[in-house]
């Protein structure tokens, strides 16, 4: 079992950034992928970004490859999202989640067993 507790939303002017921290409990965290998601009001949770549980490999979404960044530290358990040149569309909630597949490329949300209970970015024009 794994919990996450994600923090560092907030509200933004365009062109700004964030940068989402996202914690778990247990001493399991380095052996899963972690990944992050979001939801927009009156839209389907889509991903976002993932990186395996060496922080090898990452993945991103095409919406934002190139302005996220995707990290991790082991030895805090802790998972990043470095949210650079944010735009209202970026607006939503950011959740984590934990996939006990370590490695991989998996985007969808029905691939992860784990997740948090999302913090929100709003991003303001």
């Known amino acids: 079992q794994v919990q996450l507790v994600e923090s560092g939303g907030g509200l933004v002017q365009a062109g700004g950034s964030l940068r989402l921290s996202c914690t778990a409990s247990?001493?399991?965290?380095?052996?899963?992928?972690m990944g992050w998601f979001r939801q927009a009001p009156g839209k389907v949770r889509e991903f976002v970004a993932r990186?395996?549980?060496?922080?090898?490999?990452?993945y991103y979404a095409s919406s934002v490859k190139g302005r996220f960044t995707i990290s991790r530290d082991n030895a805090k358990n802790t998972v990043y999202l470095q949210m650079n040149s944010l735009n209202p569309e970026d607006t939503a909630v950011y959740y984590c989640?934990?996939?006990?597949?370590?490695?991989?490329?998996?985007?969808?949300?029905?691939?992860?067993?784990?997740w948090g209970q999302g913090t929100q970015a709003t991003v303001s024009s």
């Open positions: 989640a934990a996939d006990q597949l370590p490695f991989g490329s998996a985007l969808s949300p029905a691939q992860y067993e784990f």
């Open positions: 247990g001493r399991t965290f380095s052996s899963y992928a």
């Open positions: 990186i395996t549980s060496s922080g090898g490999s990452t």
